[in-house]
């Protein structure tokens, strides 16, 4: 392993003797800071410094944050090189990676934290995959980001199997003052967020009020009826209350976000490469947007969720170093989703007559809808007794966490009998369960060996149980068969994550640190139409080492971050397929009475490895002039998966895929930006900014037979700055480049569409304006 690291640790010089960058927000100033080294983090659930703290951590700013609007997860992956934040056939079928650990289908291996919560989403769909629509939501009112990076499970819990996105909202001043943001801009967008803040009681209680709303017409429209296939409608409103009384300080918070996102824009084609080891590569050219379509028969709903979340903070400091921490959490999330799953254009089936009111009609001439309904609830409490002594701090704590998911499918083939129509009215639903509770414990101790060199130790012990019902006997074309629960399974995993860490401060400008932690990620049963043998599947777990230095010189004019990752990875859940009856190809013996098209389920492979290197500058050589940017090397292969094969072989033949690369994983991805900023008048301030973002190439699936081009965009702003207010004019994918973002295997529809390929239509340029008033 240390000589895997060493070799590694020759990539980060190399590009750091390039120039290469980190991120620009990770080292972003705040208003009053005099250093980059100044800037907070609260990823170790108490306040420090960014640079003194050894872990990898981007963080994008409120000052960022305001500027571009950023208003959602896959505006944070473009800021952050080794995060990617992939959106599939519809909204609701994301897969969040990061440092190379991807994520096809189940549980996100990145967690996604709101003020201390996890709120990591969850699916259980064997159709389309995905992570769950619960991670797509808004975000509202944010302070700031901190992706955290590696193996973070004593202090972010279960979902931390990579690493953590923190979402940190603002708190309530007993100073007055509030702030509006609102922007206009091509293709019906429009959005606006406020806040206001101020004393309730005096100096103990204060609070504040937000509320959003965001509207979006979308890049593409149906031809049929002109529906916005990308298009989205989000508002929200929230509250804090924050009271501050001698050594207890308590944070209520509360929020509703009602999250309406249209079908999503994307069509499938057919590979022209079909041998064993050919490789499709899709490029701009590749790309059709006449192509982008589906059904008309009525208006699709995409993807409508309603949230609610509420948060107890509660903080008692005993003294002599002694604060007790109480962290609460309530989540719901309500969703629908329904969109033409076939992705072509009719409206009306074709097929043939088989007698009884049966069409036997394939899925490029029957109109496929999917169509579910989805609940979410998770509860969750967390108690830390945390010891600050000087050179000694420590902290000791517990968590539970009770989760309750279900899904109600009214999917159907529109035509295949005369029942089954646009609507669901006539539709039976297929009900799906999947209930998680944990129970944990946690601690750690840090201790400063001499001034410059502290250790720390971190542990915890995850138990948790795993329950599944599922709805198996229903023929998907022709709606037969048992329409109630016929799968349950329970089972349970359990798991010691380590953590330890050391940092030696050469300097008060300069730090090194060097880290080796552990995560888990629990098993769980796949509950389509699979043979029982094949339902259950495997805990899998991860080691990363790390070594990484931060650094300011020049008077925090020059500040930089570098560091080398190696991670050893084990039984990896990888998502295949099996072909059902409405294949070509099936039905096959792993799906043998499935009767769709293809079906997901999740397996085991047996090892991975991921080797990566990350480096960054934030340079201002002049007042007016700032200079950033970052790169992110990630090299993640699989080592030992052994596995049958999709295509072209159609019995499904094993063979190793060792070597393959992990699929949406690009070796290369990196940032950069020019910020210049300079008086205009007494009053006035001029800036302009530009932005550029690389990935490079990767694969779409494990077996490496699609890859998705590399792609660069550029982004623009132009504005202005008065004592309170800013306005600005922004253009974003500048060259409008419409290489594709995502693509999957959508299966064998029928003999004239074998091994068809879904791609997402990927966003076009736009332009707009932006104004900011802070009171």
């Known amino acids: 392993m240390i000589g895997k690291l060493l070799q590694t640790c020759s990539l980060a010089t190399m590009a750091a003797a390039a120039g290469l960058a980190s991120s620009a927000q990770a080292q972003e100033r705040p208003a009053g800071a005099s250093t980059g080294g100044d800037i907070v983090v609260t990823a170790r659930r108490r306040e420090e410094t960014l640079q003194d703290i050894p872990v990898a951590i981007n963080v994008v700013s409120q000052d960022t944050i305001e500027r571009k609007g950023v208003r959602d997860m896959s505006s944070v992956a473009a800021m952050t090189p080794g995060l990617q934040f992939d959106t599939g056939a519809s909204p609701a079928d994301i897969r969040p990676s990061l440092r190379g650990v991807a994520l096809i289908e189940g549980r996100s291996n990145v967690a996604m934290i709101v003020d201390g919560i996890d709120t990591t989403g969850v699916s259980l769909n064997t159709t389309v995959g995905g992570g769950g629509n619960q991670n797509a939501t808004a975000l509202m009112d944010i302070a700031r980001i901190e992706v955290v990076k590696g193996p973070q499970t004593v202090y972010f819990g279960r979902s931390a199997f990579a690493g953590a996105i923190s979402f940190v909202s603002k708190d309530p001043e007993f100073t007055p003052g509030g702030t509006f943001n609102f922007g206009l801009g091509a293709y019906g967008q429009q959005d606006a967020t406020a806040h206001v803040t101020g004393p309730v009681i ?203 998911y279900k899904e109600v499918d009214y999917s159907r083939f529109l035509g295949a009998r005369p029942f089954i129509t646009s609507t669901r009215a006539d539709i039976p639903g297929r009900v799906n369960r999947l209930n998680t509770n944990t129970y944990s414990g946690f601690g750690s101790v840090e201790f400063d060996l001499a001034r410059a060199l502290t250790v720390t130790g971190e542990l915890r012990y995850n138990h948790e149980v795993i329950s599944a019902a599922a709805t198996t006997g229903v023929n998907l074309l022709f709606l037969t068969g048992a329409n109630e629960i016929d799968f349950r399974g329970k089972t349970s995993f359990d798991a010691w994550l380590p953590r330890v860490s050391a940092a030696w401060k050469v300097s008060p400008d300069l730090n090194i640190y060097a880290s080796a932690a552990k995560g888990s990620k629990p098993g769980g049963f796949n509950t389509g139409q699979v043979r029982d043998d094949l339902r259950p599947f495997g805990q899998e777990s991860i080691w990363t080492y790390e070594l990484g230095v931060k650094g300011s010189l020049l008077n925090g004019d020059l500040n930089f971050e570098a560091d080398v990752y190696y991670s050893d990875w084990l039984d990896l859940q990888v998502t295949t397929v099996c072909y059902g009856s409405l294949s070509a190809q099936g039905p096959e013996p792993e799906c043998p009475n499935s009767s769709a098209v293809t079906l997901n389920y999740i397996i085991n492979a047996k090892k991975a490895e991921v080797k990566g290197a990350e480096v960054g500058v934030n340079a201002t050589p002049f007042h007016w002039l700032t200079l950033s940017g970052s790169y992110a090397y990630t090299d993640s292969k699989f080592k030992d998966f052994a596995a049958r094969d999709v295509f072209p072989s159609p019995a499904g033949v094993d063979r190793q895929f060792g070597g393959n690369r992990v699929p949406l994983v690009p070796r290369h991805s990196a940032t950069g930006m020019v910020h210049i900023e300079a008086p205009i008048t007494d009053e006035l301030d001029g800036f302009i900014e530009g932005t550029g973002n690389y990935r490079s190439s990767r694969f779409a699936r494990f077996d490496n037979r699609v890859k998705l081009d590399e792609k660069f965009t550029a982004d623009a702003q132009i504005g202005l700055k008065g004592g309170s207010w800013t306005a600005l004019v922004f253009v974003n994918n500048i060259f409008n480049n419409l290489t594709p973002d995502f693509s999957r295997f959508w299966g064998s529809f029928n003999p004239s569409t074998s091994n068809g390929e879904y791609i997402t239509a990927p966003a076009r340029r736009t332009g707009g304006v932006r104004f900011i008033k802070n009171f």
Not at 245 to 267: C, D, E, V
Not at 322 to 330: A, D, H, I, Q, T
């Open 202 to 404: 005096g100096d103990v209680v204060a609070a504040k009020l937000s509320a959003t709303y965001s509207n979006f017409s979308g890049f593409y429209k149906n031809p049929g009826n002109g529906q916005g296939l990308d298009a989205s409608r989000n508002y929200g409103v929230g509250g804090t209350v924050l009271i501050e009384s001698g050594a207890f300080t308590g944070k209520i918070r509360g929020s509703y976000l009602n999250s309406n996102a249209g079908p999503g824009a994307g069509y499938v084609i057919q590979r022209e490469d079909t041998s064993l080891y050919g490789v499709n590569t899709i490029t701009e050219e590749t790309f059709d947007p006449d192509e982008v379509n589906m059904s008309s028969d009525h208006r699709y709903a995409g993807n409508n969720s309603e949230t609610y979340r509420g948060v107890l903070d509660l903080e008692y400091d005993f003294g002599n170093g002694f604060v007790l921490n109480s962290l609460s959490g309530y989540n719901r999330t309500k969703g629908r989703l329904e969109f033409d799953f076939d992705k072509e254009p009719q409206n009306v089936p074709q097929g043939v007559d088989l007698g009884g009111g049966l069409v036997n009609c394939l899925s490029m001439v029957c109109v496929g809808i999917f169509d579910f309904d989805n609940d979410l609830q998770q509860i969750s409490s967390d108690l830390r007794l945390s010891y600050d002594g000087g050179p000694i701090r420590a902290m000791v704590g517990g968590y539970v966490f009770d989760e309750n």
